[in-house]
């Protein structure tokens, strides 16, 4: 069973950064693929980034040049740099990790409040 905790939420005015982490445990060799989602109210959850075991990575179009995604070295901890936030990017950030047998385990989540 895999545990996806995430960290470094807050609120930041309009221009800020944050950097959220999460780290994985249980099951954490057979990582396939990580990934940060969001959500706002009455929205569906939409994909942010992901980032393969091999280091690919992908972002949505309306992070791409603001939002960074990488893996700590240990494997098990995905950030998320997210820069140049626009109030827009408010929103409750969840981590996501996919294992090689498709499985698929989420965070609990973690707000992020950008101030205009």
């Known amino acids: 069973q895999v545990q996806l905790v995430e960290s470094g939420g807050g609120v930041v005015q309009a221009g800020g950064s944050l950097r959220l982490s999460c780290v994985a445990s249980?099951?954490?060799?057979?990582?396939?693929?990580m990934a940060w989602y969001r959500q706002t109210p009455g929205k569906q959850r939409e994909l942010v980034a992901t980032?393969?075991?091999?280091?690919?990575?992908n972002y949505a179009d309306s992070v791409k040049g603001r939002f960074s995604i990488s893996r700590g070295n240990a494997k098990n901890t995905v950030y998320l740099q997210m820069n140049s936030l626009i109030p827009d990017d408010t929103a409750i950030y969840y981590c996501n990790t996919r294992l090689s047998d498709l499985s698929i385990y989420w965070g609990r989540g973690t707000q992020v409040t950008v101030s205009s």
């Open positions: 980032i393969t075991s091999g280091g690919t990575t």
């Open positions: 249980g099951g954490i060799f057979s990582i396939d693929r």
